[in-house]
Protein backbone atom coordinates (compact mmCIF):
# COMPACT_ATOMS: atom_id res chain seq x y z
CA UNK A 1 0.00 0.00 0.00
CA UNK A 2 1.48 3.25 -0.76
CA UNK A 3 2.65 5.71 1.62
CA UNK A 4 2.19 9.38 1.04
CA UNK A 5 3.30 12.46 3.08
CA UNK A 6 2.83 15.90 2.37
CA UNK A 7 5.42 18.11 3.86
CA UNK A 8 7.39 21.86 2.47
CA UNK A 9 3.72 23.49 3.16
CA UNK A 10 3.68 26.71 2.26
CA UNK A 11 1.78 29.31 4.77
CA UNK A 12 0.10 31.08 2.07
CA UNK A 13 -2.89 29.67 2.18
CA UNK A 14 -5.47 30.31 -1.38
CA UNK A 15 -8.85 31.32 -0.30
CA UNK A 16 -11.58 29.14 -2.66
CA UNK A 17 -14.76 30.48 -0.76
CA UNK A 18 -16.82 28.89 1.68
CA UNK A 19 -13.99 29.15 4.09
CA UNK A 20 -11.83 26.32 2.44
CA UNK A 21 -8.67 26.90 2.47
CA UNK A 22 -5.54 25.62 0.45
CA UNK A 23 -1.49 26.14 0.72
CA UNK A 24 -0.35 28.00 -2.34
CA UNK A 25 2.44 24.98 -2.59
CA UNK A 26 3.50 21.84 -1.17
CA UNK A 27 5.28 18.43 -1.94
CA UNK A 28 4.23 15.07 -1.56
CA UNK A 29 6.56 12.00 -0.89
CA UNK A 30 5.62 8.71 -1.79
CA UNK A 31 6.72 5.24 -1.47
CA UNK A 32 5.46 1.94 -1.72
CA UNK A 33 3.26 2.80 -4.70
CA UNK A 34 2.52 -0.71 -6.42
CA UNK A 35 4.83 -1.60 -9.77
CA UNK A 36 6.91 1.47 -9.23
CA UNK A 37 10.65 0.38 -7.37
CA UNK A 38 11.32 3.66 -5.63
CA UNK A 39 10.32 7.02 -3.90
CA UNK A 40 8.25 9.31 -5.99
CA UNK A 41 8.61 12.88 -4.95
CA UNK A 42 5.94 16.10 -6.98
CA UNK A 43 5.84 19.55 -6.28
CA UNK A 44 2.06 20.74 -6.22
CA UNK A 45 1.20 24.65 -7.09
CA UNK A 46 -1.88 26.37 -7.22
CA UNK A 47 -2.28 27.37 -10.95
CA UNK A 48 -4.24 31.06 -11.53
CA UNK A 49 -4.77 30.26 -15.46
CA UNK A 50 -6.37 26.35 -14.85
CA UNK A 51 -8.52 27.74 -11.60
CA UNK A 52 -6.37 24.83 -9.52
CA UNK A 53 -3.90 23.03 -7.54
CA UNK A 54 -1.40 21.32 -10.42
CA UNK A 55 1.69 18.86 -10.68
CA UNK A 56 4.94 21.23 -11.61
CA UNK A 57 7.61 18.90 -11.24
CA UNK A 58 7.10 14.85 -10.38
CA UNK A 59 10.79 12.66 -10.35
CA UNK A 60 11.36 9.10 -9.67
CA UNK A 61 14.41 7.64 -7.41
CA UNK A 62 15.15 3.83 -8.03
CA UNK A 63 14.84 2.09 -4.41
CA UNK A 64 18.45 0.38 -5.09
CA UNK A 65 21.04 -1.11 -7.15
CA UNK A 66 19.45 -3.41 -10.06
CA UNK A 67 16.63 -1.05 -10.76
CA UNK A 68 16.21 0.71 -13.66
CA UNK A 69 14.07 3.70 -14.36
CA UNK A 70 11.93 2.87 -17.59
CA UNK A 71 9.27 4.43 -19.70
CA UNK A 72 7.00 2.01 -18.49
CA UNK A 73 8.18 2.12 -14.77
CA UNK A 74 7.17 6.04 -15.16
CA UNK A 75 3.73 5.07 -16.76
CA UNK A 76 2.48 4.05 -13.65
CA UNK A 77 3.70 6.71 -11.52
CA UNK A 78 0.23 8.55 -10.69
CA UNK A 79 0.86 12.18 -10.32
CA UNK A 80 -3.11 12.68 -10.09
CA UNK A 81 -3.66 10.65 -7.54
CA UNK A 82 -0.48 12.26 -5.61
CA UNK A 83 -1.91 15.47 -5.49
CA UNK A 84 -5.18 14.91 -4.56
CA UNK A 85 -4.07 11.92 -1.72
CA UNK A 86 -1.98 14.69 -0.70
CA UNK A 87 -4.28 17.08 -0.72
CA UNK A 88 -6.62 15.77 1.62
CA UNK A 89 -4.11 16.57 3.98
CA UNK A 90 -3.28 20.07 3.72
CA UNK A 91 -6.90 21.52 2.68
CA UNK A 92 -9.18 22.77 5.43
CA UNK A 93 -12.55 24.39 6.25
CA UNK A 94 -13.67 26.41 8.47
CA UNK A 95 -16.98 25.84 10.07
CA UNK A 96 -19.17 27.81 13.14
CA UNK A 97 -17.46 26.60 16.28
CA UNK A 98 -19.90 25.85 19.71
CA UNK A 99 -19.88 29.52 20.78
CA UNK A 100 -20.75 33.12 18.85
CA UNK A 101 -18.22 33.93 16.66
CA UNK A 102 -15.95 31.23 17.11
CA UNK A 103 -14.45 29.06 14.22
CA UNK A 104 -13.39 25.58 14.16
CA UNK A 105 -10.51 24.75 10.95
CA UNK A 106 -11.23 21.15 9.97
CA UNK A 107 -9.34 18.90 8.04
CA UNK A 108 -11.13 18.40 4.72
CA UNK A 109 -12.01 14.85 5.38
CA UNK A 110 -13.51 15.32 8.51
CA UNK A 111 -15.75 18.11 6.60
CA UNK A 112 -16.78 15.94 4.15
CA UNK A 113 -18.15 13.16 6.19
CA UNK A 114 -20.07 15.87 8.62
CA UNK A 115 -21.82 16.74 5.47
CA UNK A 116 -22.26 13.55 4.03
CA UNK A 117 -23.86 12.43 7.43
CA UNK A 118 -26.64 15.33 7.22
CA UNK A 119 -30.17 13.64 6.52
CA UNK A 120 -32.37 16.97 6.35
CA UNK A 121 -31.61 20.03 4.47
CA UNK A 122 -33.90 22.61 3.75
CA UNK A 123 -33.15 24.14 0.01
CA UNK A 124 -30.63 26.88 0.84
CA UNK A 125 -28.74 24.40 2.74
CA UNK A 126 -28.17 22.39 0.12
CA UNK A 127 -27.25 25.03 -2.07
CA UNK A 128 -24.56 26.55 0.68
CA UNK A 129 -23.82 22.75 1.39
CA UNK A 130 -23.08 21.79 -2.54
CA UNK A 131 -21.08 24.99 -3.31
CA UNK A 132 -18.82 24.49 0.03
CA UNK A 133 -18.44 20.95 -1.22
CA UNK A 134 -17.24 21.73 -4.82
CA UNK A 135 -15.02 24.40 -3.57
CA UNK A 136 -13.61 21.57 -1.66
CA UNK A 137 -13.32 19.47 -5.12
CA UNK A 138 -11.77 21.91 -6.56
CA UNK A 139 -9.26 22.04 -3.61
CA UNK A 140 -8.52 18.48 -3.52
CA UNK A 141 -8.66 18.29 -7.76
CA UNK A 142 -11.45 16.11 -7.62
CA UNK A 143 -14.09 16.22 -10.26
CA UNK A 144 -16.44 18.75 -8.66
CA UNK A 145 -19.77 17.56 -10.02
CA UNK A 146 -19.15 14.17 -8.76
CA UNK A 147 -18.16 15.15 -5.07
CA UNK A 148 -21.35 17.21 -4.83
CA UNK A 149 -23.42 14.21 -6.25
CA UNK A 150 -22.25 11.67 -3.85
CA UNK A 151 -21.31 13.70 -0.57
CA UNK A 152 -24.66 15.50 -1.07
CA UNK A 153 -26.55 11.58 -1.86
CA UNK A 154 -28.29 13.53 -4.86
CA UNK A 155 -28.08 12.60 -8.41
CA UNK A 156 -25.39 13.95 -10.75
CA UNK A 157 -28.03 16.06 -12.99
CA UNK A 158 -29.33 17.16 -9.42
CA UNK A 159 -25.71 18.69 -8.75
CA UNK A 160 -25.59 19.61 -12.17
CA UNK A 161 -29.02 21.92 -11.39
CA UNK A 162 -27.52 22.96 -8.30
CA UNK A 163 -24.28 24.06 -9.14
CA UNK A 164 -26.18 26.07 -12.29
CA UNK A 165 -28.24 27.85 -9.78
CA UNK A 166 -25.32 29.03 -7.73
CA UNK A 167 -23.57 30.18 -10.59
CA UNK A 168 -26.27 32.39 -12.09
CA UNK A 169 -27.18 33.87 -8.88
CA UNK A 170 -23.66 34.93 -8.16
CA UNK A 171 -22.94 33.04 -5.41
CA UNK A 172 -20.32 30.61 -7.46
CA UNK A 173 -19.17 32.18 -10.67
CA UNK A 174 -16.03 30.06 -10.73
CA UNK A 175 -18.49 27.00 -10.88
CA UNK A 176 -17.57 24.84 -14.64
CA UNK A 177 -20.43 22.66 -15.35
CA UNK A 178 -18.33 19.77 -17.89
CA UNK A 179 -16.12 17.62 -15.41
CA UNK A 180 -12.33 18.01 -16.33
CA UNK A 181 -11.52 14.27 -15.44
CA UNK A 182 -12.24 11.20 -14.17
CA UNK A 183 -12.19 10.86 -10.41
CA UNK A 184 -8.83 9.57 -9.02
CA UNK A 185 -8.77 6.06 -6.92
CA UNK A 186 -9.16 8.12 -3.22
CA UNK A 187 -11.33 7.99 -1.15
CA UNK A 188 -12.63 11.88 0.20
CA UNK A 189 -14.30 10.45 3.29
CA UNK A 190 -12.94 7.97 5.52
CA UNK A 191 -10.41 10.20 7.24
CA UNK A 192 -7.65 7.89 8.55
CA UNK A 193 -8.26 5.14 6.10
CA UNK A 194 -5.84 5.52 3.34
CA UNK A 195 -6.99 3.85 0.23
CA UNK A 196 -6.43 0.71 -0.88
CA UNK A 197 -6.80 -0.25 -4.30
CA UNK A 198 -7.28 -4.06 -3.68
CA UNK A 199 -10.25 -3.40 -1.36
CA UNK A 200 -14.05 -3.14 -2.35
CA UNK A 201 -14.98 0.15 -3.07
CA UNK A 202 -16.89 2.33 -0.45
CA UNK A 203 -19.33 4.70 -1.77
CA UNK A 204 -22.55 7.13 -0.47
CA UNK A 205 -25.76 5.00 -1.41
CA UNK A 206 -26.58 6.64 -4.14
CA UNK A 207 -28.47 4.10 -6.92
CA UNK A 208 -27.05 4.47 -10.63
CA UNK A 209 -24.03 6.26 -9.13
CA UNK A 210 -20.80 5.83 -10.61
CA UNK A 211 -17.85 4.64 -8.99
CA UNK A 212 -14.45 5.30 -8.25
CA UNK A 213 -12.11 4.63 -11.26
CA UNK A 214 -8.24 4.49 -11.12
Request: proline residues 8%; charged residues 30%.
Amino acid sequence: MADVEAYDISDERIDLGSRVTLPKSWHARVSGEQDVPGTITVRVEWDDVLGRSAVVFAALEREGEGVDITSQVLREVRTHWIMTRSALDVVTVDVSGESVGDRDRLPVREFLSRVLAEEEREPLESLYAAIAVYRVATAISYPPLKLVADTLKISQSTATRLMTRARDAGLAPEVRIQEPRRAPAVDPYNPGRPFDPSAPDVRPSQPGGPSIGR
